[in-house]
């Protein structure tokens, strides 16, 4: 409100003027009540005013709008990542456990599998687990959990569900060392199954076959044909598989025939063995039949006249 040089308001000053400005402004004032009241003009012009203010107002509240978005989205984004860690661990936990109950299941059917072994053979056995190994070109050898304290004697025969795995040749207070089948220094007395040819199968370089390198030229040996322990020596018992004949050749030489065979036991496989407790005796030369027939003096072409003086003696 403007004011004098002595102080006083113009509007309110004793001069016409200033009671003439007071009044008009009075009036326009009244006048424009009723036009709000009865048309709502101070409303429409408000609204317009909002369409041109409203705009400013979202630019003006872009920043914080932008800051509540972004801290929603960081705190979102750290939440799912929390959770997808979560239910990763979850599922390599899940993994962990399944492979694991696969890896007991398959324990508990090898189990089984010997179980039943056990039961077929009706010999005395002892179970026993691989807790080391020892393979290589030269040696082919694997560490078992029993030894002298629990009854191991060297030379038991060590097999496993499917067949003849080795021997043992070390013992110690708890633990023994048994030598595979495949291990270079290893001879196994077998038989060919289908024909009852009898040979030595050999340990090989490398532990992956069996050699036989010393069969007759004109034996009838196939591939295919199944390998069985000939009791022979008394090292292993009769009847056991050794292996399956893969290949057959002649050697060097011509003179023989040489074969290559698969051990039957699963040796890269196996974790639990059974120890044969009742050793092979050592088999001889066979012993003398006994005789069937008729006595001796009545056999054909024995003297009859000697039967004839014996009966008349009589």
Known sequence: MALNRDGSSTLFSASMAGTLR?????ALACVLMVIDHRNGWLAKARYGASVVIEPLYRLAGLPAEG????????????????ENQRLREALLLANA????????AQQNARLKQLLDTQHSLGMNVQLARLIDVDL??????????VGQREGVKAGQVVIDAH????QVIQVMPHTCVAMLITDPNSAVPVTVERTGLRTVAYGTRGGSELSL???PVTADVKVGDKLVTSGLGGGFPQGFP????????????????????????ALERSGDVLLLRDLAP???PPAPAPQVGPPADLAPGADTNDAHKQGASH
Request: charge should be positive.
């Open 67 to 82: 800051v509540d978005a972004a801290r929603v989205a960081f705190a979102d984004r750290t939440k799912l990542s929390d």
């Open 282 to 284: 050592p088999m001889g």
């Open 213 to 215: 390198p010393t069969i």
């Open 22 to 26: 007071l009044i008009v402004y009075l």
């Open 136 to 145: 290589g070109p030269y040696r082919n050898r694997v560490v078992l959990n």
């Open 242 to 265: 050794v292996g399956t004949v893969r290949r057959v050749s002649p050697d060097l030489s011509g003179m023989f025939l040489s074969a290559r065979a698969a051990p039957a036991a």
């Open 97 to 104: 456990r399944l492979n694991r109950m696969r890896a007991v």
């Open 163 to 166: 067949g003849v795995m080795g």
